[in-house]
């Protein structure tokens, strides 16, 4: 199985801040990568798939990137509606894996 | 649009079962594949599987192998999880999603199964 390490776990960020997530699969899943931001009693939502295209309605402020294995989401400005958890997924083979998550709030 | 409805909430006794239904609607149901995800309280999320919606064709992750079982109702665009012989560490939300190009990308509300005695 693809193993996806998220990190990190947490981070606490002012407004106006960039922030950035990472995520490192255990081996090639090419652009086989997606972002989603889940708030408290929510279906996660969509940001950011093939590791760098945006969703439909996502703000721009939100951008995917790629280096070999290792895939970031950034955060250009944060913004108080971008607090929750973030999740990245692999869609390359299954089991389909999740990275554990990271929990963003405001500082 | 675009719409995941899910059935309401559950709570059950252990060794019970439940199905849950996930109605979808502003697409053709059988060109795109259903997939299950399950968050146990305060985790994170978890994919169980999937089922192919042309052929019914269901496949599942190890860990919900036995107990869990993927069903469609084609002409009614629903997707069903059935969980059988149902144990604690089932309770969770668990969330249907569309499979679109190349990822993951329309969410059910999630239905919340309560298990306890």
């Known amino acids: 199985d693809i193993q996806m390490t998220q990190s990190p776990a947490s981070l606490s960020a002012s407004l106006e801040e960039i922030v950035t997530i990472t995520c490192q699969a255990s081996?090639?899943?090419?652009?086989?990568l997606a972002w989603y931001q889940q708030k408290p009693g929510k279906s996660p939502q969509l940001l950011i798939y093939?590791?760098?295209s945006l969703a439909d309605g996502v703000p721009s402020r939100f951008s995917g990137s790629r280096s070999g294995t290792q895939y970031s989401l950034k955060i250009s400005r944060l913004q108080v509606e971008d607090i929750g958890i973030y999740y990245c997924l692999q869609a390359y083979s299954a089991p389909y894996t999740f990275g554990a998550g990271t929990k963003l709030e405001l500082k | 649009q675009i719409q995941l409805v899910q059935s309401g909430p559950e709570l059950k006794k252990p060794g019970e079962s439940v199905k849950i239904s996930c109605k979808a609607s502003?697409?053709?149901?059988?060109?795109?594949?259903m997939h299950w995800v399950k968050q146990a309280p305060g985790k994170g999320l978890k994919w169980m599987g999937w089922?192919?919606?042309?052929?019914?064709?269901?496949t599942y992750a190890d860990d919900f192998k036995g107990r869990f079982v993927f069903s469609l109702e084609a002409s009614a665009s629903t997707a069903n999880l059935q969980i059988s012989n149902l144990k604690n560490e089932d309770t969770a939300t668990y969330f249907c999603?569309?499979?679109?190009?190349?990822?993951?990308?329309?969410w059910g509300q999630g239905v919340m199964v309560t298990v306890s005695s």
């Open positions: 089922i192919n919606t042309y052929t019914g064709k269901p």
């Open positions: 502003g697409y053709t149901f059988t060109d795109y594949a």
């Open positions: 999603a569309r499979e679109g190009i190349p990822t993951l990308d329309y």
């Open positions: 093939g590791a760098t």
């Open positions: 081996q090639d899943i090419g652009n086989w």
